[in-house]
């Protein structure tokens, strides 16, 4: 009886007590929709429309991830056309042999293709002679059975009269999707006649009846006339999922029963129905919309097929709204009792199969461990769960999010071994697991009197490599050099390597925990040896840093984690010409540079090494709300010296911060909704106790600390506070925004050595305000430094907060 | 102090007057057990400090171009006299281009290590008018120099003092008015409260330097409103010495101020106890607490 592609019917046989009105779409073939078939034309038409609707509809979300990695990614859920077995022929197990589908079970998508194609190609050629004229005079009634089995009839138009009514009823009705026949189309009379009977099975209609009347032009109309079914009055209502139930078998009636063993035969199938429903699983239906359908059934009156109609269409509905894309209404039994049943198969999972393909789509042995890509699954996507499209969805994000594939499909697939069940099947392209690049570039430095020469082309360029997935299990080393001149690398080489390896407590292991140990060093202009406003040019000192990092970090959400370990490195200060520099310099008053500035190290000789324990907490509990920031970040971060390296320092530096994205006007959820005005308030502590070297000093001002100055500008103190508040308003799908920051070091830039916040003439504090445009990635704004009461435009990548 | 001690010879070249006055007073302060004087100048360039070091010692001790900068390096000029020893230590101007010297001010220092300041004359001239953000940050580095309390041991010293006030007001307001006003710079630089007023009733006095200084008829060198202003800047100076305050020392923690690196290092593992304690682990729950009310899904239970 479940054939759920099927136009599976059951006869509205007065003699039982309860009728079941199964699968009241006509070959309506189980599609995993995303789009929910709201209203009752758009079933018609989602079994006539192009065979992968959610393809289509995964594309924008192929997109958003596609933006993140180069690998082309397809959540592809087939349609599918599940044909559960019973559909032709068994005789549907239904009550009162009614079950019987009309054979056409599982390709009842193609049938209707069949008989929709040319319809459209007669629409082109309206004469061609594909069809035949009726050959009677125009305007006579024709009962069906009269009409010639030989001819193919041109059906001009089709209406439904109500005879309960008493009226025709148009298009719009819901029952106009129950029939196949289209105005137009051309059919022969076996079609016709299949079609009544169809009509007739479905458990609709008490009565259907089907004539034509001859149009002048050799076509004909076609008029089914019906009476609705109804039966008694309900005020319960009952949901349950059949998916996996065993098919019952149906006891052949014969035809010379007596009544009694009628009777009898009639209470055993009550027996039956009623064992079936205690056994079957709950629903997930929610119980707004139980209620909902139960007011339904209360205002109705009498159980009308169209209330049914109706039912099914809101059950289904939300399914499809919350994602359960496989689910369908197969089936409403105990009709005539005081209960309505909604017989659901949900898409229940009976297999999670994961498949690594080559790059030709053969199944190979992959590489990569199953439990890798298992914990990446949502726990509704394993077997015993109901299939959901959004969980699918969430499975291909983690899964993506690896960064081992290529190419990963989600797909459910019709279980043929347990009609009813869904085998989600994941199929997945591993990426090559080692890679190199080589990337060159040729830079042009100015030589002699500022003119390029020959001599001073240089060729510079990166180096990276990468071996992934080592053991399977997404251990990875990476590397990269990177020099802009490869003739003289020692100018300035960069260097990373990086181990990482996940699931640190075991692949099983929910606690997951990620070591990474690398070698690295850096280059950078030192923020704290940088002049005031209105000071000359202060020569700059670089920083350079080489060491090695071992940490630990746990992912408590995908935002927030705990990351703690051990850094040990060498800090060089250099100046302008790259000669180690144990002292910053300053221009004296008559022009002189005298190198006798701020100390740059805490060994006093350019060169430091230390070891430290570094631990990073971070809250993050910001989510977009249309494109909105909202929620609240908190991150709190201490180095702790260790007394290891030169002269043995041993410090606490420690800081904390505190960004809030108060929502200020509440709004609909939603794609197009517009986001609300956002109000940012933002706080930042920072502090050292102990030994200090200039280079650890903390800065203010700068993009990220006071907008408006130039990187140190304020000054560099052993203590910091920064406040900001930014108000962002949504214009047109970006925003504008105001902003009002500070900076303080807390009078504590004389405990910085050698002061020199004062020796390069800096407040210690400062204040900006300034408005701005996000465009894009780009944020134009323009800031006025407290300070000096000037302002000037920025153009800043990326966000402040 | 390394260099040589002469005789206070120059001494004899004032009027007999003067002298006998100002062997009054170091007789005095002998008296008061103070055999040893140090007297540090200080004040912007061009105002007139190493003219008042050669007017108190009586000869031209340090050289005087009214047109440089003279000094780059302080400079110590000591005489004693009946087994009295005066030091004055003339410093170069703290401003140049505008802004502190900033290594004047560190040769300063340094020159002033293991030295007893035992008076400050802060220097400036009377016949400026105004007073500006420049004063205030002369005086600023010097109180973070040698600390807030080098201005109980100071006495504020105007040179060029014979002059005709302007529009004709009366000299001794002007006077006033000037000192006042430069006594209020003082208080702000020197970041002293206003109740501490009283206790840095700073001492003002007037000097004339020129050799065309009005005489009285002891030849002694007058102010325009008659005072004889070397005993005077002496007497001024010996009221400081006994005004019960201390003398400065200079050593090597004045000079570099507290090493602020080894401040509150032995905290260093209650706080990190307490930051983990108080800090990581409130952060913790409030992560798990966000896991908790994170809105999932319907699907997702």
């Known amino acids: 009886m479940h054939s759920l592609a099927a136009p599976t019917h059951l006869h509205s046989t007065p003699l039982s007590s309860r009728r079941k009105l199964l699968s009241p779409t006509p070959r309506r073939s189980l599609q995993c929709l995303s789009v929910p078939s709201s209203s009752s034309s758009s079933s018609s038409s989602s079994s006539t429309s192009k065979p992968e609707p959610l393809k289509s509809t995964f594309v924008p979300l192929f997109k958003t991830i596609a933006a993140s990695s180069a690998a082309a990614l397809l959540l592809h859920v087939r349609s599918l056309s599940l044909d559960f077995g019973s559909g032709g022929g068994s005789g549907g197990g239904g009550f009162g042999g009614g079950g019987g589908g009309d054979g056409h079970g599982g390709d009842g998508g193609s049938f209707w293709r069949k008989l929709f194609a040319p319809a459209v190609a007669n629409a082109d050629e309206p004469q061609s002679q594909e069809w035949d004229s009726h050959g009677l005079p125009a305007n006579i009634v024709v009962q069906l059975n009269k009409l010639s089995s030989f001819k193919k009839y041109k059906v001009s138009e089709i209406l439904f009269f109500d005879r309960r009514r008493w009226t025709t009823v148009g298009t719009e009705d819901s029952f106009f999707e129950m029939v196949s026949l289209r105005p137009g189309g051309i059919y022969n009379k076996a079609q016709l006649q299949k079609e009544l009977e169809t009509l007739a099975t479905c458990g609709m209609f008490e009565k259907v009846d089907m004539e034509g009347k001859t149009n002048p032009d050799g076509t004909i109309a076609v008029t089914i006339s019906f009476t609705e079914s109804t039966w008694q009055s309900a005020d319960r209502f009952r949901c349950i999922n059949v998916g996996l139930m065993p098919q019952s078998k149906p006891i052949e009636m014969d035809a010379d029963m007596t009544d009694k063993e009628k009777m009898e035969y009639y209470r055993s199938l009550e027996k039956d129905y009623k064992r079936r429903i205690e056994r079957a699983k709950p629903c997930l239906l929610a119980s707004p919309v139980h209620r909902e359908i139960l007011q339904m059934l209360r205002d109705q009156g009498k159980v009308s097929a169209r209330l049914l109609q109706r039912i099914r269409d809101r059950v289904q509905k939300w399914y499809f709204d919350e994602g359960y894309a496989c689910a369908q209404v197969v089936n409403f039994g105990n009709l005539n009792t005081k209960e309505v049943v909604c017989e659901v198969v949900e898409g229940d999972i009976t297999e999670t199969n994961i498949q690594f393909l080559d790059k030709l789509g053969n199944v190979v042995e992959g590489n990569t461990q199953v439990a890798v890509v298992i914990r990446e699954m949502p726990k509704q996507l394993r077997p015993g769960n109901v299939f959901n499209i959004e969980a699918g969805k969430q499975a291909l994000r983690n899964i993506n999010a690896l960064g081992l594939f290529s190419n990963i499909e989600v797909n459910p697939r019709p279980d043929e071994k347990r009609e009813g069940g869904i085998i989600v099947e994941i199929k997945l392209k591993e990426l090559d697991q080692k890679t190199a690049e080589v990337s060159t570039e040729w830079s042009i430095v100015p030589g002699r009197g500022g003119r390029p020469t020959l001599a001073s082309l240089q060729p510079g360029g990166t180096v990276t490599f990468e071996h992934r997935n080592i053991n399977g299990l997404n251990r990875s080393i990476n590397g990269s050099v990177t020099t802009s001149n490869f003739l003289n690398p020692q100018d300035d080489l960069a260097f990373k390597l990086e181990y990482v390896h996940p699931y640190l407590d075991g692949v099983f292991d929910p606690l997951n925990r990620t070591l990474r140990v690398s070698c690295f060093n850096s280059r950078k202009l030192s923020p704290v040896f940088t002049g005031g406003p209105g000071v000359d040019e202060v020569p700059p000192i670089w920083v350079d840093r080489a060491g090695v990092k071992a940490n630990i970090t746990e992912n408590f959400t995908r935002q927030s984690k705990f990351t703690y370990g051990l850094v040990m490195e060498e800090i060089t200060t250099r100046n302008e010409s790259s000669t180690i520099c144990p002292n910053g310099q300053r221009v004296l008053p008559n022009g002189g540079i005298s190198a006798d500035g701020p100390p740059t190290t805490l060994s006093g000789t350019g060169i430091d090494q230390m070891a430290f324990l570094q631990a990073n907490i971070t809250r993050d509990n910001t989510k977009f709300l249309n494109g909105a920031i909202v929620g609240s970040r908190n991150v709190f971060q201490v180095d702790q010296g260790l007394g290891i390296g030169s002269k043995f320092p041993f410090f606490n530096r420690h800081q904390l911060t505190l960004t809030r994205f108060f929502q200020l006007r509440e709004v609909e959820e939603g794609a197009g909704q517009p986001p609300p005005p956002v109000l940012v308030l933002h706080g930042h502590y920072g502090g050292c106790v102990g030994d200090l070297p200039s280079y650890d000093a903390f800065t203010l001002g700068g993009p990220y600390s006071v907008r408006g100055y130039n990187m140190g500008e304020i000054g560099a103190a052993r203590n910091i506070l920064e406040l900001a508040a930014e108000i962002r308003i949504p214009v047109k799908g970006t925003h504008v925004y105001a902003f009002a920051e500070h900076g303080n070091d807390l009078g504590t830039s004389k405990d910085v050595k050698g002061n020199p916040t004062e020796v390069y003439r800096r407040l210690g504090h400062g204040s900006s305000y300034g408005v701005g445009a996000k465009l894009g990635l780009v944020r134009a704004e323009y800031a006025v430094d407290h300070n000096s009461g000037t302002g000037a435009f920025f153009f800043r990548f990326g966000e402040r907060f | ?301």
């Open chain 2, 1 to 301: 102090m390394a260099s040589l001690i002469r005789e206070w010879v120059g001494i004899n070249t004032f009027a007999s007057a003067t002298q006998t006055k100002l062997l009054e007073l170091l007789g005095k302060l002998k008296q008061e057990n103070v055999n040893t004087l140090t007297i540090l100048v200080m004040g912007k360039g061009g105002v007139g400090k190493s003219s008042t070091v050669n007017s108190i010692i009586g000869e031209r001790a340090v050289s005087v171009n009214p047109f440089q900068s003279e000094a780059p390096t302080p400079f110590m000029v000591s005489r004693s006299r009946a087994g009295f020893t005066l030091n004055i230590i003339d410093t170069p101007g703290l401003i140049e281009g505008g802004y502190i010297n900033d290594r004047a001010l560190e040769i300063v220092k340094r020159f002033l290590l293991n030295k007893t300041i035992d008076v400050l004359l802060y220097v400036d001239r009377l016949d400026a008018y105004r007073v500006d953000n420049l004063d205030r940050q002369v005086v600023k580095a010097i109180t973070d120099s040698f600390g807030k309390g080098i201005w109980n041991r100071a006495v504020v010293v105007l040179t060029h003092a014979q002059l005709s006030p302007p529009d004709g007001l009366p000299y001794e307001d002007f006077c006033f008015k000037r000192s006042g006003a430069l006594l209020k710079v003082v208080r702000l630089g020197a970041g002293l409260k206003k109740r501490n007023k009283q206790d840095f009733a700073l001492p003002v006095v007037l000097v004339e330097n020129s050799g065309r200084c009005n005489k009285n008829e002891n030849d002694e060198k007058v102010l325009p409103n008659g005072t004889a202003w070397i005993p005077d800047l002496v007497k001024t100076i010996t009221e400081v010495v006994s005004n019960g305050s201390k003398s400065i020392f200079v050593d090597k923690k004045l000079i570099e101020g507290p090493n602020p690196n080894e401040r509150g290092k032995l905290l260093i593992p209650l706080i990190f106890a307490l930051q983990y304690f108080f800090v990581v682990k409130p952060i913790e729950r409030a992560i798990a607490d966000d896991i908790e009310k994170e809105s999932r899904p319907s699907w997702d239970n």
